[in-house]
């Protein structure tokens, strides 16, 4: 048993804290500032992106979440969480660094189960962020917290494969640098009910593909990604695009989600931090009703808990991680779950909480505390809901008990 | 104890829920489109608006929240209560009846302590509902949770007040049709805590006053109306403006707070059943994991809490309310405080609930539960922050056992 | 709508409220000694008891629960709410007004389903004070929280009844004046679900009735009432003994449980509002860290939470007893769940917090806040778990807002 | 970062999991039943005590709390918290591998400030299991959650230090083997407030030493060891048994609550796991309307939480064990403050979703989820309240974000 942070993960802490200080921290507001001065939101990324890209490059702090040393910076996902927390402190912030959702886990999808010919065309540019992705599960018309409820259907026709669906929630895909989807459909309908689904790569320009419109998150667009609602219309691409093979869909979004879940979860320990930093300046510098606000005890026990909360959470992430590292995603599913469970709730009290102690200015724009909240609360959503995540560890946990009778799957 | 609504109260409902049905819900989103279609979200009002205000007043669904029968409706408010719930349930309807913050409080102040001239030239037209008006008390320097730090100064110079101070949260300023603002400030800062306070109107096209921006709450801009940041240089008003009287403001302010706070209380509770209201038929209608989701147990728990805590809120309401007409509104002040604490926080569970069970729709605007949430979540703010009101209510019962020592004020 | 208790009412608060005051709290401790003075905490009952039923009787503070006017005192169940809830501040105080479980709800199925002569040999001697009685329903080897799986036999055998089964949480079995057992069984497996089951009166001495053991409740034995674990070994009775008749007893459980009840949650909020008397003395009598605790913002904010909760559970109680006056206790049945779901959580919450803040004196026998606790707890279970309660609100609500799907039967 | 338990600890783990199912589980009703058998609970320990103790120590499974490897089984805290947790899991287990409260705590006091004569006719018989001991510190008549409050006097006189003062919840002192108190109290009013306490060896058969009574907990009497009432009287005691040296109370009590409050820790780790096994057990052996109850959504969501809190607990303990290890207990407050305020809420938590999941059956003494219950809320009290921890914790927070007033100490 042993706790502390390898000399490898502290030096790059500082490294990125480094960087976070000189240059994002200091320009979020006006990065949002020059994307509402565009004619459109979604038609250009602040030019300080790329710059802070090349720079993040230069010091060796890109894709550090692949551990895939080939592709990546070959780091754990053990070494991994403690930076990526720190990325999560920004919501602009990942990008810079390439780590940002969901084009890391079309990238690890691509590492692991991608051809030869899909690496290259796809994975290497995404890699060296000239292009960005998207990934397109969800649907309008069904239940997509369960995954067999999808009903697109990709249907192979000769040399190519057809696609027809209607998909929201496809995040990224407002981005002008966005090249393809992944697409997550049904390639044979008499399948067992987990070999139903296929992935396949689709350019974003083809015919048929249709971006009907950007979806707010309780009032941001997210810009310049955002979160599209998208019908694919006999969308027809090579056959060479499907991934792995048909009916591995399901398998793939299973080795997906792993490493995607937790670091939504190691970012939003970050944001928490963050949170708990900006309340505890703040209530040293207000004063109500004579006394300091940090000396009123309901604020002295909003900061304990959240202190405790946010510890509580870390260790469980760290100790997925390590699960994940030692035995592999399949094995570290529980803890997996559990923190995908804990993560976004953390998050959203310890942020409503500074958001409270810092009055009106808290729900404004004037400090990052309302959009990490309304980002966290889409967390509790994506990529499974809190309810099912809960009932499979029930289901692990009573199976640890048989007793009489068979419990339900999931 | 009699726990039923008259006759009159039930008729009202009846029409009021008609025109909600027959011209609100249906055109919510035009609405929202057309505000968004225009060069500027704040340069215009929709004209349905004005056309269903016409027709409102022709139902006689009009000035119901103002129980002073000369000018108003002149129900109580336990007969307004379930009305003002109806109202609630959409974000742009309180307006259509005339009965919308900050206007309502304006008028209860102009009514109770204007003088002739100042309901003519103010309250009449806001009555007609021909213009909009504000009321501009937080101030970004200080926690404004306590009304006493609040800096801005009212200088009676010759026959003028000359104002100075930085406000912001100024509700309604950023509507075409906000006329004018009630502003709070200090006219002697050597008189009693309690007594160095005045209101007073202040057209909004005096010179010096500057609206620098209108802030953000979770991403919305709440336009037509907003949230504004003003500053008062060197505003010179007529000392005829001046509200009731130099060292009045607090006196004013507790006054205009009773109403304003169950009024925000009752649409909170509006709101509350009309997402409960979502939730139940949506999720009759979507299934996972092989049975509908109303057959989630958990769910269904979502379902029962909530329906309990509306029912529990609405009656404290109905009891504040009744207090408040029985024995005026500063016998009625521990109920007030009650419900100002508890409606936004049940709303908030509620709503929060609802989101979930919709899953990503839920958090977009294709229903109205992330705009109401966001709505609610400022109302644990606005107009005393739960934690003033907790410490008013804990004083209050101390004092009921008073024992040896003296409670520290709040 | 009419939130004002009649002057009746009032009258018997006051009287009530000194007759606790004259006799109960002062001796609390002492009945409590002279119980466990005895040889057995179950041989016999204080002596003071008898001796304040007899004063309680003569000041017509007799009997207030049951609204028949024939039998009892004639209150409704909305009269009775605020005199229930004084009796509820001491655990003892019940049953010296003649208005404690479970033979409250025993004589009221009497006075409405027993025959003139089971009315005569045991309502009559209950409504006196004479005797006490019991309810056996609950069994050991099911899960009771679904009646439909209890397995106790009632089978006619000629003149007789003969009834087989194995009770416990027979809640006053153990009182030395417990003369008779009404036991819930199965006369019919072949009938209706909710009609297979028969309600008997048992005498105690009855051959084959065997007590095997007193339960403890976190450690209390209830003394001298106490839980019982009763064998019904080839029991035999008078076929005269059923109530209303073969196949009714389902139907009479339903009926019995709507007062039991809410009379308990009464009974809750006067054990809350107790508590916090007790807190609020307490903590101005104290310091810690240079403070009375009563400057704690931490402990102000408990009392006023707690405050704002007593109030709204007490609302409730009043609207359920209301809706049972004016519609009958069918029409109530919603909010009678919600209710039964709503005070023991809130009465836990208060106590708990008045634990907390009495230190170590609250789990101890000095205060009544763990004795209390400890019952409040139960009733989270007795009389249906609040999960059972929530799954039949949910089941309503749905109904409200039918859409494709039927909804599961709770 | 390393999350393994090393094969040492695994092997530890097997061999107490081993004694805990042949011994201790199979008899701790029996064990129950035969301290009541005997004419006085709080006469003898039953026999089966020393036998396991006997057994205990044979195989190696003795002191294993204390790191000192001198005197204990030199364990380090990490290694030591999954063996404690074992333990945890029935409550009379700790005393049989001689590493129960507050024995424990009284040792390491002993090891680290006793001096070579007081180890000798102390220390030695207690690492032996031969006597018991108690720890006389909290008083009736203050808030003892500040120690500074504690009025009890230590006075020399001659060659001995007279002792007066009023003790309660002296936990231990009715074991008929328990020999001696250590007890706080103050010796020099005048002195610098951290520095005016001492603490003091008092055997129990001294004059002047009189038990007043034993407390219950939540109905408890946890005899035979038990919490007592005691007044010392002028009681006098050779000066050599002052330990450390006067005014030394204070950094004494801070020292010994470090590992005492972690331990406790520890064990409601254990507490709740057990509680959740019996849970997820006996949901699947019962049904109602028609379905197992482990097939019931809402009981899943509790085995899921609990899972989860467990967990995210367990973590918490083994790093602030980490650092105790690592950088020493003082570095280690933080932590340990943390989890002091996180596992008694979560064995809580657990333990009463077990009881309501199990019904009656859960309040009962037929399982030990009540009696844990009891204990583990004692423990949000017991060595600081919650509050006293939080308050500090916040002190903590805030000193890292230092802005421009002085945050009060706790």
Same mark, same amino acid.
């Given at each position: 048993m #042993?706790?502390?942070?390898?000399?490898?993960?502290?030096?790059?802490q500082?490294? =990125?804290?480094?960087?976070?200080e000189?240059?994002?921290?200091?320009?979020?507001?006006l990065?949002?500032?020059?994307?509402?001065?565009?004619?459109?939101?979604?038609?250009?990324?602040?030019?300080m992106?790329e710059?802070?890209?090349?720079?993040?490059?230069?010091?060796?702090?890109?894709? =550090?979440?692949?551990?895939d040393s080939?592709? !990546?910076?070959?780091?754990?996902?053990?070494?991994?969480?403690p930076?990526?927390?720190i990325?999560?402190? %920004?919501?602009?912030?990942?990008?810079?660094?390439?780590?940002n959702?969901?084009?890391t886990?079309?990238?690890?999808v691509?590492?692991r189960?991608?051809?030869?010919?899909?690496?290259k065309?796809w994975l290497?540019?995404l890699?060296?962020?000239?292009?960005?992705?998207?990934?397109?599960?969800?649907?309008?018309?069904?239940?997509? %917290?369960?995954?067999?409820?999808?009903?697109a #259907?990709?249907?192979l026709d000769?040399?190519?494969?057809?696609?027809?669906?209607? $998909?929201?929630?496809?995040?990224?895909? !407002?981005?002008p640098?966005c090249?393809?989807?992944?697409v997550?459909g049904?390639?044979?309908?008499?399948?067992?009910k987990?070999?139903q689904?296929?992935?396949?790569?689709?350019?974003?320009?083809?015919?048929?593909?249709?971006? *009907?419109?950007?979806?707010?998150?309780?009032?941001?667009?997210?810009?310049p990604?955002?979160?599209?609602?998208?019908?694919?219309?006999?969308?027809?691409?090579? $056959?060479?695009?499907?991934?792995?093979?048909?009916? $591995?869909?399901?398998?793939?979004?299973?080795?997906?989600?792993?490493p995607?879940?937790?670091?939504?979860?190691?970012r939003?320990? !970050?944001? @928490?931090e963050?949170?708990?930093?900006?309340?505890?300046?703040?209530v040293?510098?207000?004063?109500?009703f004579?006394?300091?606000?940090?000396?009123?005890?309901?604020? *002295?026990?909003?900061?304990?808990? %959240?202190?405790?909360?946010i510890?509580?959470?870390r260790?469980?992430?760290l100790?997925?991680a390590?699960?994940?590292?030692?035995? !592999?995603? *399949?094995?570290?599913?529980?803890?997996?779950?559990?923190i995908?469970?804990? /993560?976004?709730?953390?998050?959203l009290?310890?942020?409503?909480? @500074?958001?409270?102690g810092l009055?009106? @200015?808290g729900?404004?724009?004037?400090?990052? =505390? @309302?959009?990490q909240?309304?980002?966290?609360?889409?967390?509790?959503? /994506?990529?499974?809901?809190?309810?099912?995540?809960?009932?499979?560890?029930?289901?692990?946990?009573?199976? $640890?008990?048989?007793?009489?009778?068979?419990?339900?799957?999931?």
């Amino acid at each position: 048993m #042993d706790f502390s942070y390898s000399e490898k993960v502290v030096t790059l802490q500082k490294k =990125l804290t480094r960087f976070m200080e000189e240059h994002i921290y200091p320009n979020e507001q006006l990065y949002e500032e020059q994307l509402s001065q565009q004619e459109s939101r979604w038609s250009q990324v602040p030019p300080m992106m790329e710059s802070w890209k090349k720079k993040a490059k230069e010091q060796g702090l890109w894709n =550090l979440f692949l551990p895939d040393s080939e592709y !990546g910076a070959g780091l754990t996902n053990t070494e991994y969480a403690p930076l990526c927390e720190i990325m999560g402190r %920004s919501l602009i912030a990942p990008e810079v660094f390439n780590c940002n959702a969901p084009d890391t886990g079309n990238m690890e999808v691509l590492v692991r189960y991608g051809t030869p010919e899909q690496k290259k065309q796809w994975l290497t540019p995404l890699l060296n962020g000239e292009i960005r992705s998207c990934f397109s599960m969800t649907e309008p018309q069904v239940a997509s %917290s369960d995954a067999t409820n999808i009903e697109a #259907d990709i249907v192979l026709d000769g040399d190519e494969y057809v696609i027809n669906g209607h $998909k929201w929630w496809t995040s990224g895909a !407002g981005d002008p640098r966005c090249r393809f989807a992944i697409v997550m459909g049904k390639s044979n309908r008499n399948a067992r009910k987990h070999e139903q689904q296929s992935m396949i790569i689709v350019p974003l320009d083809t015919q048929g593909v249709t971006i *009907k419109r950007m979806l707010p998150v309780f009032g941001y667009d997210h810009a310049p990604h955002g979160h599209a609602e998208i019908t694919y219309t006999n969308v027809r691409v090579p $056959k060479e695009n499907i991934i792995w093979g048909e009916g $591995k869909g399901f398998a793939i979004a299973q080795g997906r989600l792993g490493p995607g879940r937790i670091h939504h979860c190691m970012r939003l320990i !970050g944001a @928490a931090e963050y949170a708990l930093e900006i309340l505890c300046k703040r209530v040293q510098e207000r004063s109500a009703f004579g006394k300091s606000l940090a000396n009123q005890g309901v604020i *002295k026990e909003w900061i304990a808990d %959240s202190r405790i909360e946010i510890e509580q959470a870390r260790l469980l992430t760290l100790k997925a991680a390590y699960k994940m590292d030692k035995y !592999g995603n *399949k094995e570290a599913k529980p803890e997996i779950a559990m923190i995908k469970v804990v /993560a976004p709730s953390m998050a959203l009290r310890v942020l409503d909480r @500074a958001i409270q102690g810092l009055g009106a @200015a808290g729900v404004s724009d004037d400090f990052p =505390l @309302a959009a990490q909240w309304a980002n966290a609360r889409t967390l509790r959503l /994506a990529d499974g809901p809190d309810e099912v995540h809960r009932a499979q560890l029930a289901k692990l946990e009573l199976q $640890k008990h048989l007793v009489q009778t068979e419990v339900e799957t999931v």
